[in-house]
């Protein structure tokens, strides 16, 4: 008795390991005939059995039913698991492990690059609805399942670091740019981001030396050389930050940026000249620009200062000497009103330009204009 009883169950046990390896076999046809949802429904059960679950061919069969549901089109399965692409990149992986005869490794390696290409597709789909931190992960994976094969995927790490930088994750940003920066990438923008992101952080030693080891590999690059330049005038280092924007301007004659930033410049060494011919030229470039057409009337206006600040120190008896230096401060101040003007349309209600133009009218004598300025001045109190 005892014996037929020890047979039933040797019996009943090959039955349950048959009716498994049946569920993986139901598995791959559901899924030769394209029944998504069938083929996983048999392939998850057979991948948690104990009788199926150390065989490398239903992880197999898993990765290759998984990465289908991840890429199909087909409204009817697209949801079947939002994680498909992960789990079936896992299924893989579990093969190589289990696969001792290698009797899958051929076709594995096509496989898995392919989750690669998947990951970095989804990545660049959640990139272009500014989902940046999925699009980061994404194409970090993407350059993380390469890099298994044995292939360094450097535009995915390089958007995984513009996806991370957009995220405002600074830590993953630099890790990525660090990496690219190790493999000589050829891409001088991996210096200035990098390099923009430690003066960002106060480090402004760390920026410099990073923005400088970029110019050494490219000189002539426009966003180094705006980069370097930044944190010159962050640290004060004028003289160096106006060579740097001289060579710019060589660079690019039709940013009209460049030259209000080399106006401002020179404006504080007190080269008037020089700022009168940088802000003129900012406003050649653009009309509109506020900025250097306040700076400009403003340098005027505080030429003329001096200029009476002279005049008040002459002697009483240099009444013609005297005259003269009023000429010129009046024609200082009139040239300052075009661009005064100009600025209080594009922004009527900056109180600067207001007072400015306040005090032009009132030592011009301008008094029509004046009543209106002092209207609007008193307005805005």
Same mark, same amino acid.
């Given at each position: 008795?005892? !014996?037929?009883?020890?047979?039933?169950?040797?019996?009943? @046990?090959?039955?349950?390991?048959?009716?498994?390896?049946?569920? +993986?076999?139901?598995?791959?046809?559901?899924?030769? @005939?394209?029944?998504?949802?069938?083929?996983?429904?048999?392939?998850?059960?057979?991948?948690?059995?104990?009788?199926?679950?150390?065989?490398?061919?239903?992880?197999?069969?898993?990765?290759?039913?998984?990465?289908?549901? %991840? +890429?199909?089109?087909?409204?009817?399965?697209?949801?079947?698991?939002?994680? %498909?692409?992960?789990? %079936?990149?896992?299924?893989? *992986?579990?093969?190589?492990?289990?696969?001792?005869?290698?009797?899958?490794?051929? #076709?594995?390696?096509? +496989?898995?690059?392919?989750?690669?290409?998947?990951?970095?597709?989804?990545?660049?789909?959640?990139?272009?609805?500014?989902?940046?931190?999925?699009?980061?992960?994404?194409? #970090?994976?993407?350059?993380?399942?390469?890099?298994?094969?044995?292939?360094?995927?450097?535009?995915?790490?390089?958007?995984?670091?513009?996806?991370?930088?957009?995220?405002?994750?600074?830590?993953?940003?630099? $890790?990525? =740019?660090?990496?690219?920066?190790?493999?000589?990438?050829?891409?001088?923008?991996?210096?200035? /981001?990098?390099?923009?992101?430690?003066?960002?952080?106060?480090?402004?030693?760390?920026?410099?030396?990073?923005?400088?080891?970029?110019? $050494? !590999?490219?000189?002539?690059?426009?966003?180094?050389?705006?980069?370097?330049?930044?944190? &010159?005038? @962050?640290?004060?280092?004028?003289?160096? %930050?106006?060579?740097?924007?001289?060579?710019?301007?060589?660079?690019?004659?039709? *940013?009209?940026?460049? &030259? &209000?930033?080399?106006?401002?410049?020179?404006?504080?060494?007190?080269?008037?000249?020089?700022? #009168?011919?940088?802000?003129?030229?900012?406003?050649? =470039?653009?009309?509109?620009?506020?900025?250097?057409?306040?700076?400009?009337?403003?340098?005027?206006?505080?030429?003329?200062?001096?200029?009476?600040?002279?005049?008040?120190?002459?002697?009483?008896?240099?009444?013609?000497?005297?005259?003269?230096?009023?000429?010129?401060?009046?024609?200082?101040?009139?040239?300052?009103?075009?661009?005064?003007? !100009?600025?209080?349309?594009?922004?009527?209600?900056?109180?600067?330009?207001?007072? /400015?133009?306040?005090?032009?009218?009132?030592?011009?004598?301008?008094?029509?204009?004046?009543?209106?300025?002092?209207?609007?001045?008193?307005?805005?109190?």
């Amino acid at each position: 008795m005892k !014996k037929l009883i020890f047979l039933l169950v040797i019996l009943m @046990s090959v039955t349950i390991v048959n009716a498994q390896k049946n569920k +993986r076999t139901s598995a791959f046809n559901y899924h030769k @005939s394209g029944k998504l949802d069938k083929a996983k429904e048999y392939i998850d059960q057979a991948s948690e059995n104990a009788s199926t679950i150390n065989d490398a061919r239903t992880w197999y069969y898993r990765g290759n039913i998984y990465l289908d549901i %991840a +890429r199909t089109q087909d409204e009817k399965y697209k949801n079947l698991d939002p994680d %498909a692409l992960q789990k %079936a990149y896992e299924a893989y *992986n579990k093969c190589l492990e289990l696969d001792k005869k290698k009797e899958y490794f051929n #076709e594995l390696s096509p +496989r898995i690059l392919l989750c690669g290409e998947e990951f970095y597709n989804k990545a660049a789909s959640f990139y272009n609805i500014n989902d940046y931190n999925k699009s980061m992960q994404y194409f #970090e994976k993407a350059f993380e399942i390469n890099k298994t094969t044995g292939k360094i995927d450097t535009t995915a790490i390089y958007n995984a670091a513009i996806s991370a930088e957009l995220a405002k994750n600074y830590d993953k940003t630099i $890790e990525f =740019l660090k990496y690219l920066i190790n493999l000589n990438y050829n891409k001088p923008t991996i210096y200035s /981001s990098l390099s923009n992101i430690y003066k960002s952080e106060n480090d402004t030693i760390k920026a410099l030396e990073i923005v400088m080891e970029g110019r $050494e !590999k490219y000189p002539d690059d426009f966003s180094l050389i705006i980069t370097e330049t930044n944190i &010159y005038l @962050s640290t004060g280092e004028t003289e160096k %930050a106006l060579s740097n924007l001289e060579l710019a301007i060589q660079k690019d004659t039709t *940013n009209p940026t460049i &030259y &209000y930033a080399v106006a401002t410049n020179y404006d504080a060494l007190g080269d008037f000249d020089k700022a #009168e011919n940088a802000y003129m030229k900012a406003i050649k =470039l653009k009309p509109d620009y506020f900025e250097p057409n306040y700076n400009l009337g403003a340098l005027y206006v505080n030429k003329a200062s001096d200029v009476i600040n002279e005049a008040n120190k002459l002697p009483l008896d240099a009444v013609d000497e005297y005259q003269k230096k009023k000429d010129e401060a009046d024609n200082l101040l009139k040239n300052s009103l075009p661009y005064l003007e !100009k600025a209080l349309k594009m922004q009527p209600d900056d109180i600067n330009t207001l007072v /400015s133009l306040k005090e032009i009218y009132t030592r011009l004598k301008m008094n029509d204009k004046l009543k209106v300025v002092n209207a609007k001045i008193q307005e805005l109190k």
